[in-house]
């Protein structure tokens, strides 16, 4: 059948699976969205603005394993996407950005809204390009969805002239292509070596990262470790692929991590790095990092072995896969010993937070409490994103959705609502600070106008929490351009948009609250006035070993010492 590329886009996404697209139209994309129009079988949630897109895209993506699609107009329009991009590449998260440019005849005349997208977007895509011809459109599509999927999954940008949406061609539909795990890289004697170590090791230690969630690997991953009774940590990006409430789990580990992780690290014999990439808020100092243990590496993505740190071993291919080649021949263990020395690690160095007041670890563990950790989370970034992965116990995969490589500000609404559309039944939460509600707020409407009832719980402070903290250890206390005296009355702003706004400022309304908002049935957002001085602990100072992460108790001790001197 002769199509239109505008229809040829849309038969595509329908070819793919898609059911819902995330943009903000404008000129030189409207024949697409024309023929959207006619497609109501394909949801189109119009956002605030183009970077809540590529955040809604992303968090569609995270939450349900399958590819997020966002759409914006050319010049601003495609820009603004650049961010939320750069989120997902850093991330690994499967997103197809689809902008229209100028027509050909225009293209190099800097006429209006005119940019080079794909080349912007070159270095933080797996694959980038324009469509100037309406004959390759269908195959680049179709090529596009092949290469987010494949292997470490990433963003990709496609690029279409408008006057590639007003011309004809023939159009055959096919059936998306399967593209199946990353098994041809898998050797056997990387496996047999793998399991060797796993066999010969006193003081295992599992370290798992975000490419389990990527690989599906969580049924897998909870057989290696009570197969062998291997204590696991994770990173911020691997919550939920082992179940928090195991009693194998340590907590996360790095510059924020549990002292029994970072301890456990700094001690075991071999460590086990299951999908992940070694980022340097894990690591802290390279040079010191598990210095007195053997290192296998697990990994999709072979230029991530020996990049950051050197490893004894490793195997190459999708997790998933080396896992059930590697489970048969890694021999049963108690491992009691170790086991029962870090049990102690656990019990000297929990968590804590002074329980009295209100303050963010109290909201979560509360949060928690009432939601029975059957819910899915966001975070935007920020000492609020660390309480989450702290004090909120993630059982499954794909229910803790955070900018973690790129740490960016602003990303937690556009991820809910991405999680929400997809999972209309799910408690979706977004948890928040002051500072990114001020870069995130505008998407509050899209919640409200496409009835989908996120709830925000706003940490507000009144500073720019992480960076105030580090000041105030690091910097004698000198608060520069960190502290938020606006004034801004966040009940009033997201009552103005539709929301249901609940303001809290003591502990016993915390619950009720949250209640409430899970009641309503609507977009909440619930403002929790913590003291400005509130810290996440523990914390390792950026570039130092992580297992010299202190913590309040610690810094008790230094300042007794000092006054002592």
Known sequence: MRLSGAEIVIECLKEQGVDTVFGYP????????????????????????????????????????????????????????????????LDSIPIVCFTCNVSRSSLGTDSFQEIDIA?????????????????????????????????????????ITKDVTEDFAEFSPKKAE??????????????????????AANKPLLFIGGGAIASNAHDE????????????????MGKGAFPGTDDLYLGMLGMHGTKSANKALSECDLLIAAGVRFSDRDTGETDTFAKQAKIVQF?????????????????IGDLREILKDILPVVKYAEHEEWNRHVSELKKCYPLKYDESVLNGPYVIKKLY???????IISTDVGQHQMWAAQYYKFDRPRRLLSSGGL???GYGVGAAIGAKAAFPN????????????????????????????????????????????????????????????????????????????????????????????????????????????????????????????????????????????
């Open 119 to 159: 080349g912007i977007v070159l270095p933080i895509t797996k694959y980038s390009v324009i469509v100037k011809d309406v004959n390759r459109l269908a195959d680049t599509i179709r090529r596009a969805f092949k290469i987010v999927r494949s292997g470490r999954p990433g963003p990709v940008l496609i690029d």
């Open 299 to 315: 990994d999709v993505d072979r230029a991530e072995v020996n990049k950051n740190i050197m490893v004894d071993a490793a195997v």
């Open 426 to 565: 799910e408690l979706v939460f977004n948890i928040s600070g002051d500072g990114c509600f001020r870069m995130n707020m505008n998407e509050i409407l899209t919640a409200v106008r496409s009835n989908l009832p996120i709830i925000e719980i706003v940490l507000n402070n009144r500073v720019l929490g992480m960076v105030h903290q580090m000041q105030h250890l690091f910097y004698s206390a000198r608060y520069s351009a960190t502290v938020l005296d606006d004034n801004l009355d966040i009940v009033k702003v997201s009552e103005g948009m539709g929301a249901l706004a609940i303001r809290v400022t003591k502990k016993e309304e915390v619950e009720p609250a949250i209640r409430t908002a899970i009641e309503s049935g609507r977009t909440a957002v619930i403002e929790c006035q913590i003291d400005m001085d509130d810290m996440v602990f523990p914390m390792a100072p950026c570039g130092r070993p992580i297992e010299e992460a202190f913590d309040q108790d610690d810094l008790g001790l230094k300042v007794e010492e000092e006054e002592e001197k």
């Open 407 to 409: 740490g960016t500000m």
């Open 221 to 236: 991953l909870i057989a290696l470790a009570h197969k062998a009774r291997i204590p696991v940590c994770d990173s911020l």
């Open 369 to 375: 409490e009432l939601t029975r950790g059957d819910a």
């Open 26 to 89: 404008g000129g030189t994309i409207l024949n697409v969205y024309d023929s959207l129009y006619r497609h109501p079988e394909i949801r189109h949630i119009l956002t605030s603005h183009e970077q809540g897109a590529t955040h809604a895209a992303d968090g569609y993506a995270r939450a349900t394993g399958r590819v997020g699609v966002a759409m914006a107009t050319s010049g601003p329009g495609a820009t603004n996407l650049v961010t939320g991009i750069a989120t997902a590449m």
């Open 178 to 199: 399967v593209t199946g795990p990353l098994t041809r890289t898998i050797r056997g004697e990387d496996v047999r070596r793998a399991a060797e170590m796993i066999n």
